[in-house]
């Protein structure tokens, strides 16, 4: 997960501010720096998973709507050219072609309205599906970064750093760091504490199946 340039000068900042502190000479009471990594909580955090279920689900249903959509634009311009080409057909009757000339009129302008309905209905299900995951992206860092600070203030921690976070040009932002408690695997756990058990179960399939694979690629 990418974090933004406004969060990394956020990170830089208190990462600087971090050891400035902690090697300043009239700081009172010793300071507790730990860590977590944001990424692999955001990907390993059940509500992350069950958002990207409930997307693919709403876009299936959404390729599903479209394809009605593009096979009666597909039907409405074989009738079309069908009529095109009868109102051009000199074997009938001046009426008779005049009137397949205005069928096919109307039906240009029904292809006409499939077209825009198409196009309308693809940007109206893109910003939807945007928006979609815009709020739900937010609402698990927000869950995300409650626990962090429930879990800090309750280690008695001064300061949490992201320890995937990444610098303006795409580097680590902590390129070293001994003796900090990493808080990852207690963030996540609590998180997933009450997690559906089908979901955890087919996570654990999904795993196993991966680890399986690759060793049946070593052999």
Request: charged share 35%; no cysteine.
């Amino acid at each position: 997960m990418k974090t933004s340039e406004g969060q990394r000068r956020i990170f830089k900042s208190l990462l600087a501010l971090a050891f400035v502190l902690a090697f300043a000479g009239s700081a009172q009471a010793q300071l507790k720096v730990g860590t977590a990594n944001l990424r692999k909580i955001f990907e390993g955090y059940y509500k992350t998973k069950q958002a990207d279920l409930m997307l693919k689900e709403r876009g299936a249903e959404a390729d599903k709507v479209l394809k009605g959509m593009l096979d009666d634009y597909q039907k409405a311009n074989e009738e079309y050219k069908n009529l095109s080409s009868g109102a051009a057909d000199q074997a009938v009757s001046t009426d008779e072609r005049e009137k397949r000339k205005k069928s096919a009129e109307a039906k240009l302008l029904e292809l006409q309205e499939i077209e825009r309905s198409v196009t309308q209905y693809r940007k109206n299900n893109l910003e939807g599906l945007q928006d979609q995951k815009r709020r739900m992206r937010e609402d698990v860092l927000r869950n995300i970064r409650e626990r962090v600070i429930t879990k800090a203030k309750a280690g008695g921690y001064n300061l949490v750093l992201d320890s995937s976070a990444e610098s303006f040009n795409q580097t680590d932002v902590i390129l070293y760091h001994s003796g900090l408690t990493d808080l990852t695997d207690e963030v996540l756990s609590d998180l997933n504490a009450n997690a559906p058990a089908a979901l955890l179960r087919d996570e654990k399939a999904d795993t196993e199946g991966t680890s399986g694979q690759k060793k049946d690629g070593k052999k």
